[in-house]
């Protein structure tokens, strides 16, 4: 079948279909980001926000559907998923740092191991991104001595150190005080300006708004409206979207 994505698509999901057992999770989405944009997913707990993240990097295989990456379709079995994969970094709400490795050395593993970059140029590349996240400070600190924020934040930061082309975040905020939170999301604004393609599962209404592109609301497996965030969030078409509003907003 020919290819008929637009050279400016960085995800595009095609009537996806997953299913656990019986239990159908993704009921057909059909959905995509653009190059450059901030694509945000809301829905109730459940819905399949997750799942469909972790099929965009194939952390979970489809049961049918495409998922293609810059026009390269990574549900074909002859893709070479590595390569697809090298290009998407992902955040997830529990940091996953290595809890025995200093900050910098979490920074600089994979891009040593998978990047194969000598051990000066990923602390350069390491030492940048921790500036670029306020923690050039801490580099030689353990996991356990930061909060929660400065560990996302470091999180984000390792993942940025492997210049993916796009980041993924699924509920980047959900498990910090509600102080942390802002520090996290002020990074990931900083990364909206510049350009970054991101596609952030999100319970912040506040930064959809503010910085998406485009939202998203799922329930029960399919996507049940999508817009402009204002629009979205201001003017819900459907019965489910408002009902679901209604209870965090
Ligand atoms: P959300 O992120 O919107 O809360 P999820 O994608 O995590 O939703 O989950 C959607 C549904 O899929 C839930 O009913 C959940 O129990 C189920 N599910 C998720 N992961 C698995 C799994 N690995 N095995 C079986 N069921 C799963
Ligand atoms: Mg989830």
Known sequence: MADTTPATRAIEVRNLHKCYGDNEVLKGIDFHVDAGQVVCVIGPSGSGKSTLLRCVNRLEEPTSGQVIIEGIDITDENTDLDAVRSRIGMVFQQFNLFPHMS??????????????????????????????????????????????????????????????????????????????????LQVMKDLAAEGMTMMVVTHEMGFAREVGDKLVFMDGGVIVEEGDPRQVLGNPQHERTQAFLSKVL
Do not use: C
Request: aromatic fraction near 2%; charge should be positive; hydrophobic fraction near 45%.
């Open 103 to 184: 900050v910098l050395r979490n920074l600089t593993i994979a891009q040593q191991r998978v990047k194969k970059r000598s051990k000066d140029e990923a602390v350069a590349i390491a030492k940048a991104n921790l500036e670029k996240v306020g923690l050039l400070g801490k580099a030689d600190a353990y996991p356990a001595h930061l909060s929660g924020g400065q560990q996302q934040r470091v999180a984000i930061a390792r993942a940025l150190s492997m210049n993916p082309d796009m980041m993924l975040f699924d509920e980047p905020t959900s498990a910090l005080d509600p102080e942390l939170v802002g520090d996290v």
